[in-house]
């Protein structure tokens, strides 16, 4: 038998409403068509016993959410229009309260993309990543998610439609099932993220977001794209990359387009200039009847601060066609909210999500074309620009954006005016951290890999201690189940349906008046567009939360009749991280918590450890999950912990034992099977059909 240990070198990851302003589109932008593609793997040289590198971590800029993030909001946010029910398909239960008017059924609900498939992709030349960023599309018949980094195209019901790859995907020796998953450096046409028989690196891919244009029939797919020297290093060039497919079948051939974010910010310094390089962080992307728009948030790559969102907008029908140049428009977002902040009178925004509409009837044709968005207002990022920090992360407004005069993408001389009103809000704060089973304590039998960093014991191959097996020198041996990141407090994904709004973000929440916990503000605001300008109220704006429980990182897809679905992650003292839901409308707001999946162990990936990432460790979890409109239902993807493995059983061969894989901690029962983990962390995803 062939069994191969890891020895892992640690690398660093990664209350007036005021008038409203405008900003003007920059003009000669734009995006380069530079290659076609499939969903298929890329060439590669099969990762074993002989690499030349046992790298486990990508190496990823630290910027806003590198460290452990600041404090959770010491205060009180009582739940006075918290939406509370009884939680049906598991074993939550909340107390009685308003109900949506529609009571959403799960239909189809299986496990996605996982960390097994993210590391054993393309022959092992990938890397241990968390946390896994989803992306979700449906349209056709197919189902597509992405994550960090890899890609997956599935019928409704739950099965791949990509070919299968396994005889070809050699890992360690073996033929290795991934699932069908495709890594998202072939898809995009680039080489191995590492090559481990040489430990040449490519570019670094994350980020990843999609959506279904229901008017192209098109398939669109965004990351950001880091480029590295061949050692690893990043130049500090950086750029957004979409893929488009040429038809209504995400199986066929993709034209691969690209724009630069390196040069994209403002001068937060004042000295001068466009003072670059910026990185392109934490790309989304919506769609009007015109337009497909990417969002970004810019930060300085030499100095602290914030340089502002940028909003780029793309010819639709320029990207369906095929164009080998499409006209694009970028704005700079910063100064442009009239807010104090230690940049003056105004602020710059922030996370400025690009809203999606479901079909082909559910855009905003007002102002010749408009395409909305939703930000908010308590980060640092746009309270304090400058210094990068010193806000008390909270806030009592949210900022509706207007992106008009979009049917003029198509011309010539696009003539793009974004404009943006701030909304009066229900208080919002930064979260706690999320509290899972045993948080706190130390980590048993069934949470492995932190078992494994405090074992000084147990007989390994490696020698006495199963320490050996992840370290070349010994870590202290104090480490604990974990607290997993609550995020903060930027606006996640935004649907505008039945003319208006929707969004929701995390939020520090006091549950029945009780102890603080990480929920879910949400919000359902009325737009209007006229002569160019955005003027908007809130109609409906709300709390999702459960004393002693915590929801983190909302999702929300609504159909065009108005009924809607928020997709979330859930865990309380007995539940461990789950894929949970709610039904939404506009009329009475969320209904009751329900689970689509319960999650089966602790997290126990790397980010959650002192001996991997240093002290004080942020269990990575999130950034975000997804929503997808498919007629009249709603597809949702979370993460969540798919499956429990005991001690014995990860450590299988590795322990002196006669079965099992011979890649350390997968779980599998087998060389080249399907594995439920990685030796380094066990995040999985959840895909589920809801009607609501």
Request: aromatic content about 8%; charged content about 15%; some cysteine.
């Amino acid at each position: 038998m062939r069994i191969s240990s890891i020895s892992v070198p640690i690398l660093a990851l990664a209350a007036l409403g005021l008038p409203a302003t405008q900003a003007q589109a920059e003009s000669g932008s734009s995006a380069h068509l530079v290659g076609t593609s499939t969903a298929a793997t890329g060439a590669f040289t099969p990762s074993g016993s002989g690499d030349a590198t046992d790298e486990e971590f990508m190496g990823e800029p630290d910027e806003a959410d590198g460290d452990a993030g600041p404090p959770a909001f010491p205060g009180v946010i009582s739940d006075r229009s918290l939406s509370n029910g009884h939680g049906s398909g598991s074993s939550i239960s909340v107390k009685s309260g308003q109900k949506a008017k529609s009571n959403p059924q799960l239909g189809t609900s299986f496990e996605g993309l996982n960390l097994f498939q993210q590391r054993y992709a393309r022959g092992g030349n990938q890397f241990t990543v968390e946390p896994p960023d989803q992306a979700l599309c449906v349209g056709n018949g197919y189902v597509l998610e992405a994550v960090n980094d890899v890609l997956n195209v599935y019928d409704k019901q739950g099965s791949s439609v990509l070919p299968d790859n396994t005889a070809t995907n050699i890992v360690s020796g073996f033929p290795t099932d991934v699932h069908h998953a495709v890594d998202l450096n072939s898809f995009f046409g680039y080489a191995p993220a590492i090559n481990r028989s040489t430990g040449v690196r490519a570019q670094n891919i994350t980020d990843p977001v999609c959506l279904f244009d229901a008017a192209t029939q098109r398939f669109f797919v965004a990351v950001l794209t880091l480029e590295t020297t061949p050692a690893g290093a990043l130049t500090l060039e950086n750029h957004v990359d979409i893929a488009v497919s040429r038809t209504s079948d995400p199986r066929g051939t993709w034209n691969i387009f690209r724009f630069d974010a390196t040069h994209d910010g403002t001068d937060i310094g004042g000295t001068g200039g466009n003072v670059g390089p910026y990185l392109g962080d934490y790309p989304h992307i919506g769609a009007d009847a015109n337009g497909i728009y990417v969002t970004t948030n810019a930060y300085p790559w030499n100095g602290s601060g914030f340089a502002g969102a940028q909003i780029y907008a793309l010819s639709k029908a320029q990207l369906a066609a095929g164009a080998a140049t499409v006209s694009m428009q970028h704005i700079d977002t910063s100064g442009t909210v009239p807010l104090p902040s230690d940049a003056g009178a105004t602020q710059p925004g922030f996370t400025v999500w690009p809203a999606q509409s479901p079909g082909t009837g559910s855009y905003e044709l007002g102002a010749n074309g408009t395409e909305y968005f939703l930000s908010s207002t308590a980060a640092d990022e746009a309270t304090h620009p400058v210094a990068g920090t010193g806000g008390n992360y909270v806030s009592s407004t949210v900022v509706v954006w207007a992106l008009t005069n979009t049917a003029s993408l198509a011309s010539a001389t696009p003539a793009l005016s974004l404009s943006n009103k701030v909304v009066p809000s229900e208080t919002y704060a930064i979260p706690p951290k999320a509290k899972q089973p045993g948080a706190g304590t130390a980590p048993t039998t069934d949470t492995p890999q932190g078992r494994c960093i405090n074992d000084t014991t147990t007989s390994t191959i490696a020698g006495t201690g199963c320490w050996r097996l992840l370290f070349a020198g010994e870590p202290a041996h104090n480490e604990v189940v974990s607290t997993p990141d609550s995020n903060d407090t930027r606006m996640q994904q935004v649907t505008y349906a039945n003319g208006k709004l929707w969004g929701a973000l995390d939020t520090a929440l006091n549950p029945d008046n009780g102890a603080q916990r990480a929920g879910i503000a949400w919000f359902v605001v009325k737009p209007t567009v006229a002569t160019g300008s955005v003027t908007a109220k809130m109609a409906l704006q709300g709390y999702l939360g459960k004393a002693g429980a915590d929801l983190t990182y909302p999702a929300i897809g609504v159909t065009s009749s108005g009924r809607g679905v928020m997709a979330f992650s859930y865990t309380d003292a007995t539940t461990y991280l789950s894929a949970g839901y709610a039904a939404i409308d506009a009329l009475v707001g969320t209904g009751p918590i329900s689970i689509a999946a319960a999650g089966k162990a602790t997290d126990d990936g790397f980010t959650s450890y002192k001996a991997q990432v240093g002290s004080p460790p942020r269990t990575r979890w999130g950034d975000y999950g997804a929503a997808a409109v498919d007629g009249s239902t709603v597809w949702i993807a979370s993460e969540y912990v798919a499956s429990a493995c005991d001690y014995a059983t990860w450590g299988g061969r590795f322990f002196g034992g006669t079965t099992g894989d011979n890649k350390l901690g997968t779980c599998a029962a087998s060389p080249g099977a399907a594995g439920s983990r990685t030796a380094l962390g066990n995040w999985s995803t959840r895909i589920s059909q809801v009607t609501p």
